[in-house]
């Protein structure tokens, strides 16, 4: 439900704007520029309010695989994110801190071996972006979490054997 275009016979205007409907990124770890997602549309606006009646039931979905990872992987060493008592979850996410981007990129060539794929967030450290601030700034905390930080595979069709799988999997190279 994407659409539209950009047309222009300038090679260098047409590789930046590729870019910066990509998030700016250059690569899945580079960024090029600052960018933006900006595809919303009246249509996606839309499908939006038509899906608004089945909110509940995806939200109820969602955390379903939601506590299906917590429960799953209770007992690895990873760091699950806390929350705030006061808050909520719409669930839209289920992100695991590793202990080294080593046990990150261990467990995830394992799962792209097996077909299965999450995605690293937040990676490279949006201060390392030089064009973004205009000086090199080193955020360590941010760094850190950066380089561990990756988000298990999850969506409202996500099949429990999948998550099975990815839980097998981190549970036999983290433990």
Known sequence: MEGGFVVSKNK???KRVAFMRNFGHN???EYSEVGINGKNSELHAAVGLV???YIDQIIKRRKMIFELYRTKLSNILLFNQKWNNLASNNFSYYPVLFNSEKDLEKCQTVLVDEFIYGRRYFKPSLETIYNLIG???YCKNSNLVSNKIFCLPFYY???EDKIEKVCQILTKLIY
Do not use: A
């Open 157 to 159: 069709e996500l099949p």
């Open 27 to 29: 690569g899945p770890y």
């Open 51 to 53: 899906n608004l009646k």
């Open 135 to 137: 000086e090199n700034t």
């Open 12 to 14: 260098d205007l047409m």
